[in-house]
């Protein structure tokens, strides 16, 4: 059965270096999404992505991130200067269409971003 | 506003006991209900969706638009079903999801 895949599967930085997490979607799927899980908080949504655009993000997602479909397979989420509240499980999703017309997502194993 | 509230961080029962993880929402439209497991060190699943009315490892859960429900039950928890459950909801087509706070199931034995 077909998987997202991340890498890397955790990923240690200084205070203001740049990261960039990426993500590789389910192949026919259409929609991307990451989400942000801080340690014991819930899973918070962060920016969805389709046809090569934003489609809606959250007011998480400041002038610090974004997003980018750089070929056909990898879906990369960057950080430009990481602040220590940015360590979180990052997780990558993708949807498509089924049958049933519901858009349910398919989650990676997440990234885990350690910020020193 | 989308808005999934699950009101029991902990949930804990025996082996065999019947088990309730409750979820309610909040959303103006029709939305699309979900469960999401997430066992030990292992990536978020689907479990259930409320649109196709599985039963999947004998969990089920039914949407009450009455009572903004989409609770989570199985008649006879086992050992395994210990994890965290997540309660999401998709307002639009492919739109974001949701999540509850989680609860943490724990079976013993």
């Known amino acids: 059965e077909p998987e997202v895949t991340q890498t890397p599967s955790h990923q240690v930085t200084q205070m203001g270096q740049e990261v960039i997490l990426r993500c590789v979607p389910i192949?026919?799927?259409?929609?991307f999404y990451w989400y942000r899980q801080i340690l014991g908080q819930k899973v918070e949504f962060l920016v969805s992505?389709?046809?090569?655009?934003?489609?809606?993000k959250s007011e998480i997602f400041d002038d610090q991130f974004s997003v980018e479909r750089p070929d056909g397979s990898n879906f990369t989420l960057k950080i430009r200067s990481t602040k220590l509240e940015d360590s979180a499980m990052y997780f990558c999703a993708s949807s498509g269409t089924s049958g049933s017309g519901a858009y349910e997502q398919y989650f990676g194993p997440g990234t885990r971003l350690t910020v020193t | 506003a989308q808005r999934v509230t699950q009101p029991e961080k902990l949930l804990s029962v025996f082996k065999g006991a019947p088990v309730e993880l409750k979820c309610n929402y909040s959303y103006s439209g029709s939305p699309e209900l979900f469960w999401y497991v997430q066992y030990s060190r292992q990536r978020l699943q689907l479990l259930l969706r409320?649109?196709s009315r599985e039963s999947i490892k004998g969990f089920t859960a039914d949407l009450n638009k009455g009572e903004t429900s989409f609770h989570l039950k199985k008649p006879f928890a086992q050992e395994e079903d210990s994890a965290m459950y997540y309660c999401a909801l998709s307002g639009t087509n492919a739109g974001k999801s949701t999540f509850g706070d989680g609860t943490t199931l724990t079976v013993k034995p």
């Open positions: 409320h649109i």
């Open positions: 992505f389709y046809n090569n655009e934003i489609s809606e």
């Open positions: 192949s026919n799927h259409l929609y």
